[in-house]
């Protein structure tokens, strides 16, 4: 049975010697595959698509320490999965209640950009994690690799949930996956992505784990 999370994990060459090399240009930096963070029982798993050179790839934890995660944990803290509104490093005390990240790709890839096979690759992780979780998920995805890789992981067809900001997809094993538009830099200051938008998918998540 596969693992959740491998600290050690070089099965995608060119990821592992990517990180190789970012562990001798920033020894201070974590540099590893950036493990899960949150409730071991939660009611919410988050999807992101993979960790930022200078955020999660840095700190260890996922979407903390970089532009990403303003949006992010600031919603999260107003709608009561988070004990603060800002996430800075893996040792500054903050807690998910009822609420888990991870990311599809566990590993920073260059320019942000996995292959498929690398994401592929890293997906029986995903798939482990969500069976090791409580039947009665919710599941938001951030972004259409994120939806993807939730499919994947699950053994769903791909063409029979489409990806859309907003879109509740009631899944065979009675689980929920939500989409977001990622929470990015460039998705935000764009305002493909603004925060009324954001709050909105969290207002239908939180009905829905109240249910």
Excluded: W
Excluded at 2 to 8: A, F, G, I, R
Excluded at 87 to 96: H, N, P
Aim: glycine share 8%.
């Amino acid at each position: 049975m596969t693992q959740v999370y491998d600290s050690e994990c070089r099965r995608c060459g060119r990821l592992a010697g990517f990180l190789d090399q970012v562990r001798d240009r920033y020894p201070d930096y974590f540099a590893h595959p950036v493990p899960p963070f949150g409730d071991n029982r939660p009611k919410l798993l988050i999807v992101g698509l993979a960790p930022g050179m200078h955020g999660a790839n840095r700190t260890g934890r996922p979407f903390t320490g970089d532009y990403a995660g303003v949006l992010l944990y600031q919603t999260l803290h107003k709608f009561g999965f988070a004990s603060a509104d800002v996430s800075l490093s893996a040792s500054d005390g903050l807690q998910l209640q009822g609420c888990r990240i991870t990311n599809a790709v566990k590993c920073l890839p260059p320019e942000n950009k996995p292959t498929g096979s690398e994401i592929n690759m890293c997906n029986s992780y995903l798939a482990a994690e969500i069976m090791a979780l409580p039947p009665q998920l919710v599941i938001l995805a951030l972004g259409n690799i994120a939806h993807q890789a939730v499919l994947k992981a699950l053994g769903l067809k791909l063409g029979a949930y489409k990806f859309s900001h907003g879109a509740r997809h009631q899944l065979p094993d009675g689980r929920v996956l939500y989409d977001s538009f990622h929470c990015s830099r460039y998705n935000t200051q764009t305002r493909r992505l603004t925060e009324a938008m954001f709050h909105s998918v969290f207002e239908s998540i939180l009905e829905e784990t109240r249910r």
